[in-house]
């Protein structure tokens, strides 16, 4: 299982663009409107500060009707605190999720992340316009992309026909393969595996243990004896490699997904999806060293490191109106004279991305 530490001495504050779907009229008065939405996330800290404003002035400040085909679309930028382009592109993916989560609860209809785009770390952008250095680092976010070939399974025509005990894993299964973000690939498979895990054939029930390892009276259940089994299919994973799986599911399920975890869930998508797998091919009576699908793609491939050259005219912050971290910083002063903004009790706080030990295997 991959446990990479995090190097927090070189967090820099990146921006990160996107375009977001906010269904809701929000003409403030009969003579005001807004021309830009200001969100913190992580309260006196910058890291998840978001502005936002409308494409299209005029719709977004009228009742009009809706579509997914014609959204009320938002461009925004957020800032975040990171070590690297991959990471800020994967944080700044993270972050507008949590936006829309909120959004969504406030105007009552439902918020969508339509696009995560070009990223650029403000630190270094601040130097280029103070004259001391030429180039920022920056990137682009796309989507997964992979060139068609052949069907993997072809020769296999029972796939069409499941059994029932099946139906349910292969939907989440399906569910993990079509779903951009890695954390909600991670929870798919997981749910297919602890779902076909209670029919996999031949599997021998050991004795129940504590969580110190102790004995218990009685016997594990069939989910559990299952999932050992199939790690043990895979010599090169770690006997405690259940234990760093569910660990990893548990911090992403209880709201505790910080970076190093999303990291973590991302580089050990390969591994969770094959034990899934494995399980759904015994299921259907099938060997499955010949059951193959697309593996997921590691997002360091969806963030290329650029090097981008800076001249005023080509400034990203200008058709914006300056650095997002100063718009911060108005919105803090503004903030103060209301009164003092209360940070987020949320997994957006800075406190979230301290060095700290990972769900690593053999780890609570």
């Given at each position: ?34 021309t830009a939405i200001y969100v913190s ?140 973000r890695k954390v909600d690939q991670y ?178």
């Amino acid at each position: 299982m991959n446990d990479d530490r995090i190097d927090a001495t070189k967090m820099h504050l990146w921006v990160v663009e996107a375009t977001v779907d906010l269904p809701a009229c929000l003409k403030m008065d009969a003579n005001r409107s807004p021309t830009a939405i200001y969100v913190s996330l992580g309260g006196e800290d910058p890291d998840g500060f978001v502005e936002m404003r409308p494409l299209d002035q005029e719709r977004a400040n009228s009742s009009v009707f809706w579509s997914a085909r014609e959204p009320i679309a938002y461009e925004c930028r957020a800032l975040v605190r990171t070590p690297g382009a991959p990471y800020a592109l994967m944080r700044g993916r993270e972050l507008f999720e949590h936006l829309a989560d909120r959004l969504t609860l406030l105007v009552g209809y439902p918020v969508r992340v339509l696009t995560v785009g070009y990223t650029y770390d403000e630190d270094m952008l601040k130097q280029c316009i103070a004259g001391e250095i030429l180039e920022y680092d920056a990137t682009t976010g796309g989507e997964e992309s992979f060139r068609t070939q052949l069907p993997k399974n072809a020769h296999w025509q029972q796939l069409l026909i499941p059994p029932k005990s099946a139906l349910e894993a292969i939907r989440w299964f399906r569910h993990g393969m079509t779903v951009s973000r890695k954390v909600d690939q991670y929870l798919c498979y997981y749910i297919a595996l602890e779902s076909i895990a209670k029919h996999v054939p031949g599997v021998t029930r050991g004795p129940r243990h504590n969580s110190k390892g102790e004995k218990k009276p009685g016997l594990e259940t069939q989910e559990n004896a299952a999932i050992r089994y199939l790690i043990s299919r895979h010599p090169s994973l770690p006997p405690d490699a259940k234990k760093t799986l569910a660990t990893i599911r548990a911090r992403i399920a209880h709201g505790n997904a910080d970076l190093q975890t999303l990291d973590l869930a991302s580089a050990n998508l390969p591994a969770l999806q094959r034990l899934a797998a494995d399980g759904i091919a015994l299921v259907y009576g099938l060997d499955p060293t010949l059951f193959n699908v697309l593996r997921p793609s590691p997002i360091e491939f969806l963030a290329p490191l650029l090097r981008a050259s800076y001249s005023p005219e080509h400034d990203p912050a200008k058709r914006w109106g300056g650095l997002l971290s100063d718009a911060f910083a108005r919105y803090l002063e503004e903030a103060g004279r209301l009164g003092p903004p209360q940070p987020s009790n949320n997994a957006l706080q800075p406190t979230a991305y301290s060095v700290r030990s990972a769900p690593a295997s053999g780890s609570g």
